[in-house]
């Protein structure tokens, strides 16, 4: 090999020679950096520092390596240095490839190498490898193998590199599924670490996904695959990301790739940006980034379904799920006819729900044809609709994992095709500094925040897990959260009336809904800037809420709006205050509904409107105008009579009206003989006003559809009520024919009295497994002992009933003595 100490000096004297002081302080790269910082264009830096480093290392390899090693050595490019996409301040990534490692002087030689790159200024990551090394693509070498696919050969002996040519493609081709398998895992790692989103507001633009990670993640596995290359809008969002971090590196002087707030304000005037704003760039960033995560996604899919082995796809196809439309296949779903979004758009809706019932995300074909079809289904849902979308769009809601259908429809953007003021947000940056994602990831991170209440959760949590438990109709929550951090422009004063209108939502749910937008803040005020162990607050927030049940959505809309912030947001001091203020609240409601009675009746009520009078106040915040003119117009029917009934079909369940005079065991009579025919009640309010006129309704299910298959069973129901009603039948004769329950139950009932909440009755609230026919139970305890029912509250929840009474003894609250017997016996009833 000749004099190595000849050499050596000679590598001395050629230090200054190559290096010509630091790289970033050279001409060229100034050059560089000016004509980006005119004109804009990323290409021409990575290009033109490609160009540059490959002179200096060239440089270096003549004065270090070359002149020993020129037969037997080789220097390759790899991963973005291999790909020509050099970034100001990023490093080059260099494998030194010898035929054999058999020389001492290869490792020092090397190493000059790297000394004399250092002295330029140029980070530099290498590696000296044999061909045998990387021809060997074991599990351990698997991220070697993975850099290869980016290979550029430098300089050396073109011989030895042209050999190792000729056997990479045999070995790469071989081990393809385990290369993939590797960069699957660790994309799917990164992802996780960073929320699986795109949209944070401060982003790492080579990082996060979306990112340059993630393009050099779809050109790999697109490499492997033999697949096309990047798409023109894949090309057009990498212009952008490449821009974003060539600017962080020439505003930072080094390898900074985190786009911070103070970055986003030096946005400001530079080429690149067009003119725009710098939060009108960043949202042209994420919506670039958005697509480059899209690909991302379905080329990591891609690769995981055809790494799949044989057995399982065959043990996939005996349990697969499938319907006439859709079928899944390895965990995702596809399209039995894949052209029939064009045709038929409702079926959009239909894969919503199918997604939103198994919990199966659509498969890269699926996306790209809704993708496809999105014109197609913008003008479809802007259309006049033969029928109402909101049923539709409701099953979805319903669904156990409705915020992944709604994630789906947000990946494919057809969010702002279904509703078009969620353009408003779509991508939007968020001023608040407590937030961490763009208003429409913070909106679905809500969503999502509701959806993963549920069992198993900590015991903090686990109380808002049952407290949605009870809401009625959880999808007035979930569509209020889609719509709550919409601007109020779009909103027309801040309610989703519009679009609740638009789409065919009933007036009850779409002033449910506004209610939850117009007090949104109601209870995030209350717990950060007031006492809520304060009475004043729990009477200020009763006012704002109104009713239990808006109370019960407000708390859990609370705390999904403060969860979905960051994961932080919901700090266990904050998740505390949240919980008294929502017990308190709900402790003054419950006992406003003796003491606030209705005195004063608005203006605007039709017909004989004095039959409200003495109701709770309750009962005018809880109705709609049409339930109040339908309940008023009950109450002319029975004045002939002395009783009117009305039965109506809503949503799975039906709704019993009676109006007529109070009596004692009246209550319990009419429960006794809806239990009677073998319907559960699932929600009941029992309201007298002052001239002893009772307005009762009943909310109950027919699980054995009696109603629905029998029709004359509808009418002998209606008139076993006004008999009873009338006082000419005897509920308790009816249950007797009921088989008694003996199913043990799992959970101990629950008592609670509360003398202090009015000063004529006291309140009992009654928290129990539910059973068939255990309001009549439970009523007939307090009729049979004597006890006067005034109001009476009940709910149902699944297996929980929360059942609530205002009750009273010869017009005077019940004593410690008459408590406790009647605990024991409700004890007993449960």
């Given amino acids: 090999m000749g004099d190595t100490g000849a050499l050596r000096t000679d590598i001395q004297r050629s230090v200054k020679a190559v290096s010509g002081g630091p790289l970033p302080s050279t001409s060229a790269w100034r050059r560089i950096a000016d004509e980006f910082l005119a004109c804009g264009s990323p290409a021409a830096v990575l290009t033109g520092l490609t160009q540059a480093t490959d002179a200096i290392v ?102 030895l590199h042209d050999r190792f040519e000729s056997r990479l493609p045999a070995v790469l081709s071989k081990h393809t599924h385990e290369i993939a398998r590797h960069l699957s895992e660790a994309a799917r790692q990164r992802h996780a670490r960073y929320a699986n989103t795109c949209h944070h507001l401060e982003p790492d633009v080579k990082e996060f996904p979306g990112g340059l990670r993630d393009l050099r993640l779809i050109d790999r596995l697109t490499t492997l695959a033999g697949e096309p290359e990047r798409s023109a809008a894949i090309a057009e969002a990498t212009t952008v990301v490449w821009s974003a971090r060539c600017f962080l590196h020439y505003h930072a002087g080094r390898d900074a790739n985190l786009m911070d707030s103070a970055a986003q304000e030096a946005l400001s005037g530079q080429a690149f940006t067009a003119g725009k704003t710098p939060a009108e760039w960043m949202r042209e960033y994420f919506r670039r980034a958005r697509a480059i995560f899209a690909e991302a996604r379905r080329a990591l899919d891609r690769s995981e379904r055809g790494q799949s082995s044989l057995l399982e796809s065959f043990r996939e196809q005996r349990t697969r799920l499938s319907n006439a439309e859709f079928t899944v296949s390895r965990e995702r779903v596809l399209l039995r006819m894949p052209g029939q979004f064009e045709t038929d758009p409702s079926m959009v809706l239909r894969l919503l729900e199918f997604i939103g019932r198994h919990g199966v995300p659509p498969a890269p074909e699926t996306e790209r044809r809704l993708e496809a079809a999105r014109g197609a289904f913008a003008a479809w849902c802007a259309q006049p609709q033969p029928r109402p979308l909101w049923p539709a769009l409701k099953r979805v809601l319903s669904c156990p994992q409705a915020a992944m259908a709604m994630r789906a429809l947000e990946n494919c953007g057809l969010l702002p095709a279904l509703f078009p003021e969620w353009a408003a947000i779509e991508d939007l940056p968020v001023t608040d500094p407590e937030h961490r994602y763009t208003a429409d990831q913070y909106t679905l991170a809500a969503v999502e925040c509701v959806g993963a209440l549920g069992p198993g959760m900590d015991p903090a949590r686990q109380r808002f897990s049952d407290l949605l438990s009870e809401i009625d109709d959880p999808t007035i929550l979930l569509f209020a959260l889609l719509f709550h951090y919409m601007p109020r422009t779009e909103l027309a004063g801040g309610s989703a009336c519009p679009t609740g209108a638009r789409i065919g939502m009933p007036e009850g749910d779409r002033n449910d809904v506004q209610f939850l937008i117009e007090h949104q803040r109601d209870l995030t005020d209350a717990i ?73 009746l608005p203006a605007d009520l039709p017909g004989r409107a004095d039959f409200l009078k003495g109701f709770p106040v309750r009962y005018l915040r809880a109705r709609t105008a049409a339930e109040t003119a339908a309940h008023l117009q009950l109450y002319e029917l029975s004045r002939p009579t002395g009783v009117a009934v009305q039965l109506d079909e809503i949503e799975g369940a039906y709704r019993l009206t009676v109006v007529g005079r109070d009596r004692p065991f009246l209550f319990a009579s009419f429960a006794g003989a809806i239990s009677s025919f073998g319907l559960d009640i699932l929600k009941a309010e029992a309201f007298a006003n002052s001239g002893g006129i009772i307005l009762d309704t009943f909310v109950f299910a027919d699980p054995k559809r009696m109603l629905q298959l029998n029709p004359p069973e509808v009418e002998r129901l209606l008139d076993l009520i006004r008999r009873v009603a009338l006082g000419r039948t005897d509920a308790q004769r009816l249950m007797r024919n009921r088989p008694p329950e003996t199913k043990a139950r799992s959970t101990p009932p629950q008592v609670r009295f509360d003398s202090e909440a009015c000063e004529t009755a006291t309140l009992v609230e009654i928290i129990a497994e539910d059973r068939p026919g255990l309001l009549y139970s439970l009523a007939t305890v307090f009729s049979s002992s004597g006890y006067n029912i005034d109001v009476v509250l009940i709910d149902t929840k699944g297996r929980r009933a929360i059942d609530v009474f205002y009750v009273a003894y010869d017009g005077h609250k019940l004593s410690p003595e008459a408590q406790e017997r009647l605990r024991e016996r409700l004890i007993a009833a449960c």
């Fill in 528 to 600: 950060t800037g007031r006492d809520v162990d304060d009475p004043a607050t729990a009477r200020m927030l009763a006012g704002q809420a109104g009713t239990v049940e808006r109370l019960k959505a407000l708390t859990v809309f609370t705390y999904a709006s403060i969860s979905a912030r960051n994961p932080e947001a919901m700090t266990p001091w904050r998740l505390e205050r949240l919980w008294r203020a929502y017990s308190a609240t709900r402790e003054e409601l419950t006992r406003e509904l003796e003491t606030d009675r209705i005195q004063q």
């Fill in 58 to 159: 060239l440089d270096a390899w003549r004065a270090s390596i070359e002149p020993l090693f020129s037969r037997s050595a080789a220097m390759l490019a790899v991963g973005a240095y291999g790909r020509m996409e050099t970034f100001p301040y990023s490093g080059a990534d260099i494998i030194i490839l010898f035929d054999r490692l058999d020389s001492p002087d290869a490792s020092e030689y090397s190493a000059e190498f790297a000394r004399l790159l250092w002295v330029a200024g140029l980070r530099l990551n290498y590696t000296v490898r044999t061909v045998a090394d990387c021809l060997d693509a074991h599990k351990h070498n698997l991220e070697l193998a993975a850099s290869l696919l980016d290979r550029r050969f430098l300089a050396g002996d073109r011989a």
